[in-house]
């Protein structure tokens, strides 16, 4: 949220989604309505829509992988003096980024 001093009001936004849901209030109070009612036009539009409302992301994932993939990456983590949380994070953000990049030059 930021303070927009020329109107006089809290702005808001969800972030962590691709929609753009924006709300604002003149007070704490009305931001909060305005901010549940935002949340609600969203949700009552996507099931209009017949697509499913975005969540932002927790940032937990429980992974099932074989084994030895488990042991090359531990090691791959080791020699880059990372745990492997955030080398797994470092690998699935530049796959994720590739697929986006391929996905946007097919289209």
Do not use: C
């Not at 992301?57 to 955030?86: E, Y």
């Amino acid at each position: 949220m930021t303070f927009d001093a020329q109107d006089k009001v809290i702005v808001g936004r969800v972030l962590g989604i691709d929609d753009v849901i924006v709300f604002h209030g003149e007070s704490v109070a009305e931001f909060e309505i305005q901010f549940h009612a935002a949340v609600d036009a969203y949700i009552t539009a996507s099931n209009e829509l017949g697509s499913p409302p975005e969540k932002p992301a927790s940032g937990n994932v429980m992974l099932r992988i074989a084994p030895d993939v488990h042991a090359a990456a531990l090691k791959a983590a080791a020699r880059s003096g990372t745990s492997l949380n955030k080398w797994a994070e470092g690998a699935l953000g530049a796959a994720a980024r590739k697929s986006g990049a391929r996905a946007r030059s097919a289209a």
